[in-house]
């Protein structure tokens, strides 16, 4: 399992070393939208560092969208699948391979959103480090949700459009608790219970997707 | 014949309870002494969410995985999943309403970024979304996979409403029929009205899941039957 969740992992993340869809369009974008956030607050409230971690995660949601949605397109051109079945590769080891390289690009925009954040939000230098492995661990938690989302809407009617309806509720416990830790390490509340839910949320998708991503491959 | 005797005597045992609910809810008992009236609506809202979340969801989340599990895979376990689904969407409504009606005069506003509201209000998107996920897929065998895994990740949310209240301690308010070491904090006429109103409201919801399963049951008919008329009409202009 862990074999082919390091081989799938490596082909998307070469894909994407190739094609520089996330260092020029997706990195971009989220740049672009931080800025917009800062610029919806109006000067007077743009260096407010308590709007910073919501501003964020907000920003984290749209560009983990548009790279869900890349992770399943690249697997879409025609034959691809039939490919990937026909290899009798391990379900679980592939959705594995998938969330893995769906973190870490989600793990390279949020370290340069984070670093935005700094800039242009003015939160605490000190309180984004301190908040760096709970933005880790939602991020991963994000790749691993999206990866099964991405999988049950792949080539349905409306696809694109019906990603976002799905992922956005399923999202909102993750992107809460997230919010809420990044808060916490910027010295606004406690911050075990999030982490806790950030955890358990990261296991339950990483669990159901090792257990039922199989039947999506199936079908 | 116990299926018989369920089938002629849910509806009107179902009409029966909720009755009673209603006459012993407004006429029977007292006013309470913090709320006062408002404590008659306390005799459907906590049923309607108990059967939202857990009664239908329950047999939604449960149909599915049996859809899922090979041994039990069968199209009934994949058209109870999405009728209970369907009802449990009206319920999670009629949830958010009923809450929202008793929350305006109790706590000043119709509706509160509380942590129980919040996330009932996430499980009814999510069940929503079940129901456009399987619009978008036609392939029937398709279409129940995924919406069985997707209505197995959605049943995660089930338990963090249930813990919510325990969790963040924002303005819902925690238990109140028993205290964590279950003892009973409702007692008389209204625990008996309660009782009565969860068993009443608990029928209702059987009774239109098994509505709407022989609802589905006949449209897959007509759309075989249609789909067989086209077919023969084609095979008939072929041999002209």
């Known amino acids: 399992m862990i074999r082919v969740a390091w081989l799938v992992a490596r082909k998307d993340l070469r894909i994407e070393a190739r094609s520089r869809v996330l260092l020029w369009q997706v990195v971009p974008f989220g740049a672009m939208a931080l800025l917009l956030s800062g610029l919806a607050l109006g000067p007077a409230h743009a260096g407010d560092s308590s709007a910073g971690p919501g501003l964020f995660y907000l920003v984290v949601l749209f560009v983990a969208l548009l790279m869900i949605n890349r992770s399943q397109v690249i697997e879409s051109t025609p034959g691809t699948r039939a490919s990937v079945a026909t290899l009798g590769l391990d379900p679980a080891g592939v959705f594995l391979g998938k969330a893995l390289a769906l973190a870490i690009e989600l793990w390279v925009t949020g370290l340069v959103l984070l670093a935005g954040t700094v800039l242009v939000l003015h939160t605490a230098l000190h309180g984004a480090i301190l908040a760096l492995p709970s933005v880790l661990v939602t991020l991963a938690g994000l790749a691993c949700a999206g990866t099964l989302y991405g999988a049950l809407t792949a080539g349905g009617e409306g696809a694109s459009t019906l990603l976002p309806v799905l992922c956005l509720p399923a999202f909102a416990p993750l992107l809460i608790a997230g919010e809420r830790s990044f808060s916490a390490a910027l010295g606004h509340g406690g911050l075990w219970e999030w982490w806790v839910i950030v955890l358990v949320a990261l296991v339950a998708y990483g669990g159901v997707g090792i257990l039922l991503y199989g039947v999506l491959e199936e079908s | ?240």
């Not at chain 2, 999943?81 to 969407?89: G, K, P, Q, T, W």
């Not at chain 2, 319920?91 to 119709?110: D, E, N, Q, Y």
């Not at chain 2, 995924?146 to 249930?162: E, G, Y």
Request: hydrophobic share 55%; with cysteine; proline share 3%.
């Open chain 2, 1 to 240: 014949m116990i299926r018989q005797l369920y089938q002629r005597l849910l509806g009107p045992v179902t009409l029966v309870l909720l009755a009673l609910t209603i006459w012993l809810g407004v006429w029977v008992t007292p006013p309470d002494k913090v709320q006062g009236n408002l404590v008659r609506l306390l005799y459907v809202h906590p049923a309607i969410a108990w059967v939202a979340l857990y009664v239908s969801f329950g047999t939604a989340t449960i149909a599915s995985a049996l859809y899922l599990w090979r041994r039990t895979r069968s199209w009934v376990a994949d058209r109870v999943a999405h009728c209970a689904m369907e009802v449990s969407v009206v319920f999670i409504i009629l949830t958010l309403i009923t809450g929202s009606i008793w929350g305006r005069p109790t706590w000043g506003v119709w509706w509160a970024w509380d942590a129980r509201l919040t996330s009932t209000a996430i499980l009814g998107v999510l069940a929503l979304g079940y129901l456009a996920l399987r619009r978008a897929n036609d392939d029937p065998t398709l279409r129940a996979k995924r919406s069985a895994v997707f209505a197995i990740l959605a049943a995660i949310n089930v338990p963090i409403i249930h813990f919510s209240v325990q969790w963040w301690k924002t303005l819902h308010q925690g238990a109140t029929v028993f205290t964590s070491n279950r003892t009973l904090l409702v007692h008389g006429s209204m625990a008996w009205t309660l009782l009565i109103s969860f068993v009443g409201f608990t029928l209702l919801f059987f009774w239109l899941l098994r509505a709407r399963y022989r609802l589905e049951v006949a449209r897959e008919r007509v759309e075989r039957a249609t789909l067989d008329a086209a077919l023969s009409q084609r095979q008939r202009e072929g041999a002209l």
